[in-house]
């Protein structure tokens, strides 16, 4: 199966601020003398390399580095990246507790935004690599959707978040999930093919200090000079003006879109529809496996279906 994004490749490369035919075209060919132990998939379309291209600014180098890195963790995170199918037992409660979406409207310098948010404030109904996958599908969907962008926004809702949700995410580091918030932020910062421009995070609530004492660790300066915190009773109106404007953002953010289960449906109908398209992903990672981990990788992918 062909792993096809639907955007349109001709407008998108009509559409970039800096695009070399030659340089892309050597991006092309390097892929195809990669040997397997790197993981990178050798019938790689054109419309996947552009967004990888695209998010390193067209600097050779950081395109091949992000590339090898991308596969390298989806290949060292199946928890994450493998079996995404929201009907699936390990993922139907966090589609039910968490809430994401692609806001349909961009920020004042015209970035995508992906929005996130406890929907269920019970603690117990929190898991890590569940809610780490369907962060990433979301960003996913961004990508097949809309292809190569100027820049993204990250803004997360802490409202509800309490100490009992730190609680699961430390158990994260015992046995087999020690490494998950590792994988994660290795991901966002080294791998994931966007142009990540600010992070903001509302609501912050007293236990903050305590969840940076936990992630912090985990990420670079650069990645964390991008993080702004805006208290509960913060006055938004210079970030309205500058960052993200009202009509942007959900009511509950001073918005004037629908609300965030709403926007939050819209998104799973999203990704329920391109399931194909992840199954087809996934199949197109375990081609470009050695042959041994193939066979390995095939079979429990075989697994996950019979169970779903």
Not at 31 to 40: E, F, G, I
Not at 168 to 195: G, I
Not at 253 to 271: A, E, I, V, Y
Request: include cysteine; charged fraction near 30%.
């Amino acid at each position: 199966m062909v792993v096809d994004l639907e955007y349109d490749y001709n407008a998108a490369v009509a559409s970039m601020d800096i695009f070399s035919q030659q340089d892309f075209d050597s991006i092309k060919e390097w892929t195809q003398k990669l040997d397997k132990s790197k993981y990178v998939p050798k019938d790689l379309t054109d419309k996947q390399l552009l967004v990888f291209y695209n998010a390193c600014y067209g600097d050779l180098d950081r395109t091949k580095g992000c590339i090898e890195r991308y596969y390298q963790i989806r290949k060292n995170a199946p928890e994450m990246f493998d079996n995404r199918v929201l009907s699936s037992d390990e993922v139907q409660p966090t589609v039910e507790a968490l809430e994401y979406a692609v806001l349909p409207e961009k920020s004042c310098a015209g970035y995508d935004l992906i929005y996130h948010r406890l929907h269920s404030t019970e603690p117990s109904k929190y898991h890590l690599e569940p809610g780490c996958k369907l962060l990433f599908m979301t960003v996913d969907a961004c990508l097949n959707k809309r292809g190569p962008q100027p820049g993204y926004i990250f803004l997360f809702d802490m409202q509800g978040v309490k100490l009992g949700h730190l609680t699961r995410v430390s158990l994260s580091f015992q046995k087999d999930r020690q490494r998950s918030l590792r994988k994660f932020f290795q991901y966002v910062q080294e791998a994931m093919p966007v142009r990540m421009r600010e992070i903001h995070v509302f609501n912050t609530e007293p236990i903050l200090d305590k969840l940076l004492l936990l992630i912090r660790p985990f990420m670079d300066k650069k990645f964390f000079d991008m993080i702004k915190f805006h208290h509960k009773n913060e006055d938004l109106e210079k970030f309205y003006e500058t960052v993200v404007p009202r009509c942007a953002l959900p009511p509950d953010h001073g918005g004037t879109l629908p609300d965030t289960q709403t926007l939050h449906k819209k998104c799973m109908q999203t990704l329920k529809s391109m399931e194909p398209y992840f199954r087809a992903e996934e199949e197109q990672r375990i081609n470009a496996l050695p042959d041994k981990k193939r066979d390995k990788a095939m079979e429990k992918a075989f697994k996950n279906l019979e169970i779903d």
